[in-house]
């Protein structure tokens, strides 16, 4: 198995397409990437200010990564049922009350996702008025990321509404090949 299909996860593949996959792909080697980034620009921070010497451009750097590194990984664990959901009500639940249930939290996330994506908007608009020192870069840079999030929440959260509605939300998922498992019968 490559390790492309390692990070797309493979749970409640009945709810989602295939064709947004390279989508997942990409969310998630970024989110890496923010993340390590993130915590290099940290590490020189307190390296840079320890001897004397900070850079203070460094801590714009490091909170535009921050921000991003957030907001790309609640798009990338919305897409694979990380983040945001009350799985653990829904998943005990069958039939019927199953699929209200999950509709339910979806409808909330996809209001939250329009949420973002409006408000965000006008957050980033409004960014262009104010700018960040020392470089006097528009807030409005980080802003971005809010309202984009939001279009990848709602996104994938419609695929997962419409694939649920299509297919139901109540599957068994495959057992997984690298995962230990029980002993059948009691030990001797």
């Not at 620009?41 to 590194?69: C, M, N």
């Not at 005990?92 to 996702?113: F, W």
């Not at 297919?167 to 995962?179: I, K, L, T």
Request: glycine share 6%.
């Amino acid at each position: 198995m490559a390790a492309a299909d390692r990070l797309v996860a493979q749970r409640q593949r009945h709810l989602k397409w295939r064709a947004f996959d390279a989508l997942e792909l990409f969310l998630m080697g970024l989110s890496g990437v923010l993340l390590f980034a993130f915590c290099t620009t940290v590490v020189l921070d307190i390296v840079t200010r320890t001897i004397g010497h900070p850079w203070l451009w460094l801590q714009e750097v490091t909170s535009t990564f921050f921000i991003y590194a957030i907001f790309c990984g609640t798009a990338a664990a919305t897409r694979r049922n990380d983040h945001l959901y009350l799985t653990a009500i829904a998943e005990a639940l069958h039939g019927r009350a199953r699929i209200v249930v999950e509709m339910i939290i979806r409808l909330v996330v996809l209001g939250v996702a329009i949420c973002f994506i409006w408000f965000g908007y006008l957050n980033f608009l409004r960014g262009f008025s104010s700018f960040r020192m020392p470089s006097m870069t528009p807030i409005a840079s980080l802003y971005a990321a809010i309202p984009l999030a939001g279009v990848l929440v709602a996104l994938f959260t419609i695929e997962q509404i419409v694939n649920g509605l299509r297919n139901g939300f109540e599957h068994a998922e495959p057992q997984d090949a690298s995962a230990p498992t029980a002993p059948e019968g009691p030990r001797p």
